[in-house]
């Protein structure tokens, strides 16, 4: 059974930071490509960030320059940094973890953690 447990989020003031956390199952996490979803309130999911088993990574458009995804593979943990936080970053953000970056939403999710950002 796999499982992806997001942890950092919270509530922050604007232009402030937060740094998200996802564990995943040893087995899984080196062999996958993992990302950061998010989701707001009357909003469709969008991909965040990703990043592959090598370290290559991609960024939505709306966070490209103030959000960083990493990972750790000897800790089985992908991050999201997350500077500059404006209010539309408000959302439930989820850990996702796939084989491939074409089929990442039909992979493993996480529960989600909630990052509100007040003005």
């Known amino acids: 059974q796999v499982q992806l447990v997001e942890s950092g989020g919270g509530l922050v003031q604007a232009g402030g930071s937060l740094r998200l956390s996802c564990a995943a199952s040893?087995?899984?996490?080196?062999?996958?490509?993992m990302g950061w979803y998010r989701q707001a309130p009357g909003k469709q999911r969008e991909l965040v960030a990703l990043?592959?088993?090598?370290?290559?990574?991609n960024y939505g458009d709306s966070v490209k320059g103030r959000f960083t995804i990493s990972r750790d593979n000897a800790k089985n943990t992908v991050y999201l940094q997350m500077n500059s936080l404006k209010p539309e970053d408000t959302a439930v953000y989820y850990c996702?973890?796939?084989?491939?970056?074409?089929?990442?939403?039909?992979?493993?999710w996480g529960q989600g953690t909630q990052v509100t950002v007040s003005s």
């Open positions: 996702a973890g796939g084989s491939m970056i074409a089929t990442l939403e039909q992979g493993y």
């Open positions: 040893g087995s899984f996490f080196s062999k996958n490509v």
């Open positions: 990043i592959t088993r090598g370290g290559n990574t």
